[in-house]
């Protein structure tokens, strides 16, 4: 499986984007798939991630504003952040597994499979 993601770009603060990380090379329907994010000169911060089951798991700076879902006859996990803060600034990476243990859900190297990132730019 590949990931890319996109959906990425400037807003102003309050404002609201959708990000979006498609799968091509083969389903991902069963597969925990997270977001994780790295701002200039900081380490990559998990940001929320879906089990195949549907379950969520949301850092706390985000819960309540964004929300994760997952299309799997697109093969595809959306990202919505609404009122967005400057401090959400940051590159925005998706990542892949099969199996992630409950546990380390929330760390980078839990996950095997990474899109390329898209950056998000958020003005105040």
């Known amino acids: 499986v590949q990931l890319q993601a996109s959906g990425g770009g400037s807003v102003q603060a309050g404002g609201s984007l959708r990000l979006s990380c498609a799968a091509s090379?083969?389903?991902?329907?069963?597969?925990?798939v997270a977001w994780f994010r790295q701002a200039p000169g900081q380490e990559r911060e998990f940001v929320v991630t879906?089990?195949?089951?549907?379950?969520?798991t949301y850092a706390d700076s985000v819960k309540g504003r964004f929300t994760i879902s997952r299309d799997n006859v697109k093969n595809t996990v959306y990202l919505q952040m609404n009122s967005l803060e400057a401090e959400d600034t940051a590159k925005y990476y998706c990542?892949?597994?099969?199996?992630?243990?409950?546990?380390?859900?929330?760390?980078?190297?839990?996950?095997?499979?990474w899109g390329q990132g898209t950056l998000v730019t958020v003005s105040s």
């Open positions: 879906i089990r195949g089951s549907g379950t969520t």
């Open positions: 990542a892949a597994s099969r199996s992630v243990i409950l546990s380390a859900q929330r760390l980078p190297r839990s996950y095997d499979t």
């Open positions: 090379g083969g389903t991902f329907r069963s597969y925990s």
